[in-house]
Each structure stands twice: as structure tokens, then as C-alpha cells.
């Protein structure tokens, strides 16, 4: 699946991902992993990041999820990550994760498009909602951004650090429905 928005550009990282593709990927993350401890100061777990960089493609190739890179022009501008959640919550549903947009991309809708690809992602699973946490507290902008697109509060759904609130938008079903 790759979607387009006017000037952005949204490609999966596929197994057979070619160099530029797997740079873009190891890029984004490593930025995301930088901005991400930078915020959260000493107690964030690099141990995973590390992990999913370095073994790329495969880290983000599991069944029902993925990595979505943006692009505009021939740029990387931004990614986000697709997990599958466990079967324990009440509905079937994705977790969208690592969304990240470059400072230079910031505005140009490019968060919007990425999180229209993961939208689009969760529809042909047959996902009936996308689930997201995050720290509002030291993310306020990436709360905002989520709240306008249509999610909304609700109880964590994993074992979570302090602060960490959850998110959910539920999607439409085959009958026009939530």
C-alpha cells in the first residue's frame, strides 16, 4: 500500500525494503529514539530502540504491524510504527507507535498522512479501532494533534509508566458504523 497526500508520499517497509528505504527507516528511528530520550530524560529504554534499528527490516515486519515512511519529494519527512495488540482488549485493534515527523516537515501534514496510512492499515486488517500512548506532559502538541483527528481518552490498555495516558479512535465498520 502506498498513499498519497498532496506533496507526501507514504511507503511501507517491506522485507525486500531497498537502500534508500531502509536508510530513510534507520534515519527516522534513530531521530525518533534521540528526541524521544531527550524528552523523557535518564529513564528511557533504549534497549528496544537499539534493537529495532539495528535489525531492520525484520524488527518492524511482524504480523499485523509495519513501519510507514513519508516522503516528500525524494525527503524522508517522517514514520510511524504499526503494532498488532493482544487479544485480551474487547475488539480487534492495532497500536499506532513511534510516530515521528522531521522538524523541516513539521505543518506540511505529513503526522496527518501517516496516521491516514496506519487508519488505512487497521481498515484492512478489519481493525474496529487504533489504540496510542503517550505522556502528555512532555508531548502536548502530539496530544492536541491526536484529540483533533478524533481520538479520544481512555483507559490504559498495557502496563504503562506514570504519566503515560491512552488514546483510542474508533473506526468506522463495513455499515458505515463505529
Not at 8 to 29: C, E, F, N, S, Y
Not at 61 to 68: A, D, I, K, T
Not at 120 to 136: M, V
Amino acid at each position: 500500500m502506498i498513499y498519497d497526500r498532496p506533496m507526501t508520499r507514504i511507503q511501507p517497509l517491506t522485507a525486500d525494503a531497498g537502500p534508500a528505504l531502509l536508510a530513510a527507516a534507520r534515519v527516522l528511528l534513530g531521530e525518533y529514539r534521540n528526541y524521544a530520550a531527550a524528552v523523557a530524560g535518564a529513564g528511557f529504554g533504549m534497549a528496544g530502540m537499539e534493537y529495532e534499528i539495528a535489525e531492520l527490516p525484520a524488527s518492524q515486519l511482524m504480523p499485523g504491524g509495519g513501519l510507514l515512511i513519508a516522503w516528500i519529494d525524494d525527503q524522508p519527512a517522517g514514520c510511524v510504527a504499526i503494532r498488532p495488540l493482544p487479544v485480551v482488549l474487547p475488539e480487534r485493534a492495532i497500536e499506532l507507535k513511534r510516530l515521528w515527523v522531521r522538524e523541516a516537515a513539521r505543518g506540511r501534514g505529513v503526522a496527518e498522512a501517516l496516521i491516514a496510512g496506519v487508519i488505512a492499515a487497521a481498515h484492512a486488517q478489519g481493525c474496529t479501532a487504533i489504540y496510542l500512548d503517550t505522556e502528555p506532559d512532555r508531548m502536548p502538541a502530539a496530544v492536541r494533534l491526536y484529540r483533533r483527528l478524533g481520538f479520544v481518552d481512555c483507559p490504559l490498555y498495557k502496563p504503562s509508566d506514570e504519566g503515560v495516558a491512552a488514546f483510542r479512535l474508533a473506526l468506522a465498520g463495513p455499515d458505515g458504523g463505529a
